[in-house]
């Protein structure tokens, strides 16, 4: 059972940056791929971003290419998403993910889930 503690969210004007962490424990961390989806209010919770395990090969949605990066370092067992040049419809609920398996934007085929963080963008 993995357990995921995302934070680093909060209230920021558009054009600013975050960086958000999520801290695993509970299992090899590097045997998961690691992910972000965020849920904005009245909206199914939608993908973000995704890395594999070993961190090689990166996945983004459209609407956050060239202004998100994931990574993760696996001696921290800790994944990050550093979000910059915000935007208001950027507000959302953030969540980590793990997956036992590859890459998948589906939110239903992630296995663990974190409780979220906020992140607010004002305009």
């Known amino acids: 059972q993995v357990q995921l503690v995302e934070s680093g969210g909060g209230l920021v004007q558009a054009g600013g940056s975050l960086r958000l962490s999520c801290a695993a424990s509970?299992?090899?961390?590097?045997?998961?791929?690691m992910g972000w989806f965020r849920q904005a209010p009245g909206k199914v919770r939608e993908f973000v971003a995704a890395?594999?395990?070993?961190?090689?090969?990166?996945y983004y949605t459209d609407s956050v290419k060239g202004r998100f990066t994931i990574s993760r370092d696996n001696a921290k067992n800790t994944v990050y998403l550093q979000m910059n040049s915000l935007k208001p419809e950027d507000t959302a609920v953030y969540y980590c993910?793990?997956?036992?398996?590859?890459?998948?934007?589906?939110?239903?085929?992630?296995?663990?889930w974190g409780q979220g963080t906020q992140v607010t963008v004002s305009s």
């Open positions: 993910a793990a997956n036992p398996g590859g890459v998948v934007t589906n939110r239903r085929l992630w296995d663990y």
């Open positions: 890395i594999t395990k070993s961190g090689g090969n990166t």
């Open positions: 509970g299992g090899t961390f590097s045997a998961y791929v």
